[in-house]
């Protein structure tokens, strides 16, 4: 509609994932304004992007006052979009000033914790007796090496906290036997605060799934949609490249369900593989945000 007023997004993060948000408001005539560290990254190469770079994402006062900056030439209060852990775990730290200048919505700290940190949803997820592949979280080398004997290969490491790996090639590290285990551990066992050791769901690519959900203050649903990650680059743990809209009622049911238990607010995904023998669904990871 002419002189339909449009209110403006602002994207934390100018990684891939802040690219599919970009896209999607931009063809809308929507003004993106992206904020991120790094001019060579995705987002900030789109032609409806309004890049914001930021000197040092990694102090955070100085990041909620450029957020804050921008926000202050507009007329309207945009809506704040973060597509990383890390900026989501930001949001939540400042969220009573953010709220009063931005359009957004987010859980409790705790239920923002629970899915940022890998290892307190290993706990909520036992506790809750939800399908996860078997994960372990051992505090020593000495720990890594009684656990390799008793493993089931291949299995994966990955950080409690996914945005301690930020600058690395990689999301996960594979591993097909005990002495590859040990050696990946003791390399990376200082790079994150903890790190988990997790089954594989045997299967190829296609046979991962996202349930996302938008649920309101009232923690009701008022949007959802099932998708399937056909590829993923790089392959066993990736970004999802193909992607079809499915339905899958077992994945939508437990998807749900988790964030309900989690009593979640916002845009919430929970991210599933089935075992290719069994075609069991398990969760591997929830976002407070978009999937990936």
Not at 35 to 56: C, N, P, V, W
Not at 105 to 114: C, D, I, M, N, R
Not at 126 to 143: A, M, N
Not at 150 to 174: A, C, G, H, M, T
Request: hydrophobic letters at 35%.
């Amino acid at each position: 509609m002419v002189g339909e007023k449009r209110i403006s997004a602002f994207v934390l993060d100018n990684g891939l994932n802040s690219l599919g948000i970009v896209r999607s408001l931009g063809r809308h005539k929507i003004p993106v304004y992206v904020f991120g560290q790094g001019k060579e990254r995705y987002a900030f190469k789109s032609r409806y992007t309004t890049a914001i770079e930021l000197k040092d994402q990694l102090d955070t006062d100085a990041v909620v006052g450029s957020l804050l900056e921008v926000s202050s030439r507009l007329d309207h209060k945009p809506v704040l979009f973060f597509t990383s852990d890390f900026f989501l775990k930001l949001v939540s730290s400042y969220y009573d000033t953010l709220s009063e200048h931005f359009l957004v919505q987010l859980p409790s700290p705790k239920a923002v914790e629970t899915v940022a940190n890998k290892k307190k949803f290993a706990d909520f997820v036992v506790k809750h007796d939800f399908p996860v592949p078997q994960t372990y979280i051992p505090t020593s080398i000495s720990e890594v090496v009684e656990l390799a004997d008793k493993l089931e290969y291949p299995v994966i490491l990955k950080p409690s906290e996914s945005y301690q790996w930020r600058n690395q090639d990689f999301k996960i590290v594979y591993t097909k036997n005990k002495d590859t285990l040990v050696e990946k551990w003791k390399a990376l066992q200082d790079s994150c605060d903890d790190l988990l050791i997790q089954q594989v769901i045997e299967g190829p690519d296609e046979l991962n799934y996202s349930y996302c959900a938008y649920r309101t203050p009232e923690r009701e649903e008022i949007l959802s949609i099932c998708v399937n990650k056909i590829r993923l680059v790089p392959v066993y743990g990736g970004v999802g490249t193909f992607i079809q809209v499915v339905t899958d009622k077992e994945i939508e049911d437990i998807g749900r369900r988790t964030l309900e238990m989690l009593q979640y607010v916002g845009i919430g995904s929970v991210s599933f593989k089935k075992d290719a023998k069994t075609g069991k669904p398990y969760i591997y990871e929830v976002n407070g945000r978009l999937p990936q």
